[in-house]
T-cell receptor, first 113, second 112 residues
Framework: EAQVTQNPRYLITVTGKKLTVTCSQNMNHEYMSWYRQDPGLGLRQIYYSMNVEVTDKGDVPEGYKVSRKEKRNFPLILESPSPNQTSLYFC????????????FGPGTRLTVT | GEDVEQSLFLSVREGDSSVINCTYTDSSSTYLYWYKQEPGAGLQLLTYIFSNMDMKQDQRLTVLLNKKDKHLSLRIADTQTGDSAIYFCAERVDNYGQNFVFGPGTRLSVLP
């Protein structure tokens, strides 16, 4: 089944404790993105990647890191999480062309206390 | 910077038509999208329109694009309770990259 998976689905952590949210897709898509969803603000793009070793900042990259060492994986790293990073995070992937339709993962709900 | 705006809530009666509106700011957008998010799930593409089109129809869905006013709308005919969800308008703002801007989402409630 074609899908984007994220782990963990739920995470509660404390300020300053480094964490990684994994994202994997099995559709051989070139493009991958990370978004955060906050009430009233919709989805805001954090980082995106156009291919292996090619990443770029989205609209809200501060406090986040990403890497793209393999085509299928695009982990999101929070080196020192803070309470304002409490949010619902989505990973998405798409082909490099056509309609650029994005396929979204199920989301990771992160709470930073 | 680029901005996409939508009203946050819409309520309709089952069987009526729903119209969800969106305004965007980037006139160079090539694709505009409507995504649907059901409770507890990720987003799924509902439909899209290319910027050189004025209208696109797909079964119960009609998308209208007014490039002059930078206005996009989604009409759902014969709205059903299963259409209750959050609907996001989005634009692809970077023709060489993968930069998308989403609106805040419109929560559609369908009343029986």
């Amino acid at each position: 089944e074609a899908q984007v998976t994220q782990n963990p689905r739920y995470l509660i952590t404390v300020t300053g404790k480094k964490l990684t949210v994994t994202c994997s897709q099995n559709m051989n898509h070139e493009y991958m993105s990370w978004y955060r969803q906050d009430p009233g603000l919709g989805l805001r793009q954090i980082y995106y990647s156009m291919n292996v070793e090619v990443t770029d900042k989205g609209d809200v990259p501060e406090g986040y890191k990403v890497s793209r060492k393999e085509k299928r994986n695009f982990p999101l790293i929070l080196e020192s999480p803070s309470p304002n990073q409490t949010s619902l995070y989505f990973c998405a992937s798409s082909l490099a062309g056509g309609t650029y339709e994005q396929y979204f993962g199920p989301g990771t709900r992160l709470t930073v206390t | 910077g680029e901005d996409v705006e939508q009203s946050l809530f819409l309520s309709v009666r089952e069987g009526d038509s729903s119209v969800i509106n969106c305004t965007y700011t980037d006139s160079s957008s090539t694709y505009l999208y409507w995504y649907k998010q059901e409770p507890g799930a990720g987003l799924q593409l509902l439909t899209y329109i290319f910027s050189n089109m004025d209208m696109k129809q797909d079964q119960r869905l009609t998308v209208l694009l007014n490039k002059k006013d930078k206005h996009l709308s989604l009409r759902i005919a014969d709205t059903q309770t299963g259409d209750s969800a959050i609907y996001f308008c989005a634009e692809r703002v970077d023709n060489y990259g993968q930069n998308f801007v989403f609106g805040p989402g419109t929560r559609l409630s369908v009343l029986p």
